[in-house]
Nanobody, 123 residues
Framework: QVQLVESGGGVVQTGGSLRLSCEVS????????LAWFRQTPGKRREFVAA???????VHRNSMEGRFAISRDNAINTVYLQMNSLKLEDTAVYSC?????????????????WGQGTQVTVSS
């Protein structure tokens, strides 16, 4: 059974940092690519970053330099380091896995999803 479990969300002040984790079980490291998406009420899911099966990271242009995706295949976990957080980064962040070496910013193409973790940035 495939499971994606996010953790690391919480409340942080503007300018602060958080590191989200997505622990993957049921999939072999290197057999999938994984992405982070975020969503706020009433809005569409928004692509944040992805990491391909070969470890190549892809970040949304507007988040380049603040957010960084990485993976540790030894423990089958993908991370999203978020720095210099802004109020508009407040959202539910979800990880998603795609059974493909590559993945992009379209949510429809992903095969498995986690339940999400809330990130709240306060002033």
């Amino acid at each position: 059974q495939v499971q994606l479990v996010e953790s690391g969300g919480g409340v942080v002040q503007t300018g602060g940092s958080l590191r989200l984790s997505c622990e993957v079980s049921g999939l072999t490291p290197g057999s999938y690519s994984l992405a982070w998406f975020r969503q706020t009420p009433g809005k569409r899911r928004e692509f944040v970053a992805a990491i391909w099966s070969n470890g190549n990271p892809v970040h949304r242009n507007s988040m380049e330099g603040r957010f960084a995706i990485s993976r540790d295949n030894a423990i089958n976990t993908v991370y999203l380091q978020m720095n210099s957080l802004k109020l508009e980064d407040t959202a539910v962040y979800s990880c998603a896995a795609k059974m493909s070496p590559y993945s992009g910013g379209t949510p429809d193409g992903y095969d498995y999803w986690g339940q999400g973790t809330q990130v709240t940035v306060s002033s």
